[in-house]
């Protein structure tokens, strides 16, 4: 036997290969999967990354769905995830990453299944408390694309570029994407997930963006998230309701961190407290993790 193909075989070899944890990332109702674009590459230097597309507005599965009569809510989308994690990953448990409407997937996932469940990274999370500005609501009935983008960053004039409205106006220009994306907001606005933050057992970072102009209140979504049982906040200052792409650094470190057991304290410019009583204390610009 060839040698090379001998040591692909070695059995000691493949006994001490140690696969990293599997981590999922689940976008959002405004999102695709291309939304984790900052954050895919520096997550799998650490855990085994799987983005499942459980919401394609045009794909072809969820407009079966559609035709048949059925609704496309959060609980058909956490047993989307569900049938994905049990028919393509196969290793639980996982760690669950969910943007907006994926942290209520998550969430509801992990009430269902939890012995599916290492850890939750819920970021900006839709249906905790209050209700939601719905920029794409707004976006497909006025045709209305640079307030869609725009709206769900603090730095508009930064990342809300011309290139990036006109790839979004290009999606909407398709009769199958746009009747997805109303089954789906007909679906899912107005969901909460409330009554199972004192459920769910796993330990859950949470990660709200100061300036987020899609949650109608941050604040009330601070405190209602303090029920779970094993939550950590963080607040990131002049941050909007994408963290993950707006200040994808920071919300790189602070996943890698916590999912692994390091985040040992949240930095005070951080601190949920500081951000509810903001007016006595002014938040840094800048924020530094401590190491550990």
Known sequence: MNPRVRNLFDIKRLNGYKRPSPLILVNGLAEQSESWF?????LSRHFDVKVP?????DGDSLHRHIDAGGEVTVDYL?????????????????????????????LTLAARHPELVSKLVLICP???YGDEHLPMMDGVRRS????????????????????????????FQSRKWKKGVLRTL???????????????????????GSDDRVLSDVAGSIRAAGR???????????????PQIEKSRLVNTLVTR??????RSVPPALDPARFLNKDAHPTPSKVAIPRG
């Open 126 to 128: 839709s249906g905790v």
């Open 38 to 42: 900052a954050n895919r590459r520096h």
């Open 186 to 208: 007909r679906g899912t606005v107005g969901h909460s997930v409330a009554p199972l933050l004192e459920v769910v057992p796993h330990p859950t970072l949470l990660i709200w």
């Open 53 to 57: 597309e459980i919401l394609v507005y």
């Open 258 to 263: 916590f999912l692994r057991d390091r985040l």
């Open 78 to 106: 956490a047993d989307r995830l569900a049938v994905y994690l049990a028919e393509f990953v196969q290793r639980p448990p996982y760690h669950l990453v969910g943007s907006s409407l994926g942290g209520q997937i998550c």
């Open 228 to 242: 779970m049982l094993k939550g950590r906040q963080v607040v990131i200052p002049k941050c909007g309701h994408a």
């Open 144 to 171: 209305d694309y640079d307030s869609l983008v725009k709206s769900v960053f603090h730095r508009r004039s930064h990342l809300a570029t011309g290139s990036l409205v006109d790839a979004i106006e290009a999606k």
